[in-house]
């Protein structure tokens, strides 16, 4: 599947701190700042601030539940006592060919590949034996602290080839992102660059005017998934049951949103980097810049300590293209996320990040919240260093040969979550 086919998206519905493989992926992470030289980040650590909160009434945030799998277990016990029986006949024939001639070379072989799965198999089912659940309650966040002591976040994203990882993708990634459900003075977005390219950085200026509608359109009525190019894959759909009043405003607001979307993705999609270089002015640090061979440009493209009370709060989206030069290896998307780690260590400083690719978007405005319960909702920080969302493909191939969308274990658990809820 190329990257093209992959929109993919957080599902806030399971989180993890104890991973099977299947919630494994390395998407979707919020990580405690904990891992790199940056004293003053802890002093903000989120953990200290939920025993500062202890003053409020103390909601528990996360609920641990064991997923009982007796059956799976019985089932691999039997593969197991199979695999050893399948060993012990292969060894016993090989030991026990005692005088008579050595045996064949491909039953060593076959003694080896096999005892070599066995390994895998056992260190497969010793990950995934005993999984479990977390249910978050961000509901409960307000209750058990104020607004102001929510740590604050910087989320990174990042982007390495405009042609395979088009500019419109990753806008619609740093959208939801700029939308989600949290105080937005305490989030920053930051967006990495290693194309290089005026076009991202361009879609990216774009983005921040539509985010100047879009936001308060999704606050206003609840919008759920806040991706545009998913959001307005489907007709008008809000999130709240609307009042009888209130909805010939929304369908008037929802088609004047769709039709500047629209506007949006013309200018994105028409935009040609040879011409924005061109144009001078903010561009003009791109001219000359190969991709591989380039000074550091970092732009901040939308600064929220600089509005005026009246403006739309929504957070700083900050673009980094970083330096690059040939004679030193620049380490893909790890070293794009350590780049990133120490920007925002120099501007923000928020003690946790989240990150996502430039093809994921948050399908849930409360994932920042959800994550929040995992990393400020256990007594003792040992237990939480990382939340992981689990990936739900989109655009995959025809009848999901790869079963990437997990529809069936999807749609169980999107009723499972409605039933509790209700
Ligand atoms: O030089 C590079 C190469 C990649 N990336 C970014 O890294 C991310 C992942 O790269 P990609 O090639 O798209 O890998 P995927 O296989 O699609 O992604 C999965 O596998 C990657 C490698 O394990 C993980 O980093 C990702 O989080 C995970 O979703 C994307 O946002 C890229 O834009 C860079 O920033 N710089
Ligand atoms: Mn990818």
Redesign the pocket.
């Known amino acids: 599947m190329t ?1 093209r086919e ?1 929109l993919s998206s957080l599902d806030p519905l399971e989180w993890t701190s104890e991973c099977g493989p299947l919630l494994q ?3 979707g992470t919020m990580h405690v700042h904990n891992f790199i030289d940056y004293p003053s980040r802890f002093s903000t650590c989120p953990f200290q601030l939920a025993t500062m909160a202890s003053t409020k009434k103390k909601l528990q945030l996360q609920e641990r539940v064991p997923l009982g799998r007796t059956a799976w277990k019985l089932a691999d016990l039997a593969v197991l006592s199979l695999l050893l029986a399948l060993l012990g006949h292969r060894a016993a024939s090989v030991l026990g060919s005692g005088g008579g001639p050595p045996p064949p070379w491909h039953w060593l072989a076959a003694l080896a590949c096999e005892a070599w799965f066995t390994l895998m198999w056992l260190l497969n089912m010793n990950a995934k034996w005993s999984p479990v659940r977390f249910d978050t309650f961000p509901e409960r966040l307000a209750e058990r602290i104020d607004d102001d002591e929510l740590p604050a976040v910087d989320m990174f994203v ?4 405009p042609e395979l ?1 088009p500019p419109l993708v990753t806008v619609n990634t740093v959208l939801s992102l700029l939308a989600v459900d949290y105080p937005a003075h305490k989030l920053a977005c930051y967006v ?1 660059d ?1 194309g290089c390219s005026p076009a991202t950085c361009y879609a990216l200026r774009e983005a921040v005017e539509f985010a100047r509608l879009w936001v308060p359109f999704c606050r206003r009525h609840g919008v759920g998934v806040r991706a545009p190019s998913v959001y307005f894959s489907s007709g008008p759909e809000r999130g709240s049951s609307p009042a009888d009043d209130e909805e010939a405003e929304f369908l008037r607001d929802w088609a004047a949103m769709n039709s500047e979307y629209e506007k949006l993705v013309t200018r994105i999609e028409n935009a040609d980097e040879a011409s924005l270089v061109r144009q001078g002015g903010e561009f003009a640090e791109f001219l000359g810049a190969e991709r591989k061979n380039h000074p550091t440009i970092i732009k901040v493209l939308w600064d929220i300590s600089k509005t005026t009370s009246g403006d739309v709060g929504f957070p700083s989206l900050i673009y980094v293209a970083r330096e690059k030069n040939p004679r030193y290896h ?1 380490h ?2 790890a ?2 996320m350590n780049v990133l780690t120490r920007v925002s260590a120099v501007l923000t400083n928020a003690p946790i990040m989240l990150n996502v ?3 994921m978007f948050a399908n849930n405005p409360k994932v920042i919240l959800h994550a929040m319960c995992l990393l400020m909702g256990f007594d003792d920080e040992v237990h939480s260093g990382f939340v992981q969302a689990p ?1 739900k493909f989109y655009g995959a191939l025809k009848d999901d040969p790869f079963g990437n969308q997990m529809e069936v274990k999807l749609k169980v658990q999107m009723q499972k979550q409605s039933v509790d809820t209700n």
């Open positions: 990257q992959q992926s390395s998407c990042t982007t390495a080839d990882e990495s290693d620049h893909f998307k070293g794009a690719d430039c093809d990936q």
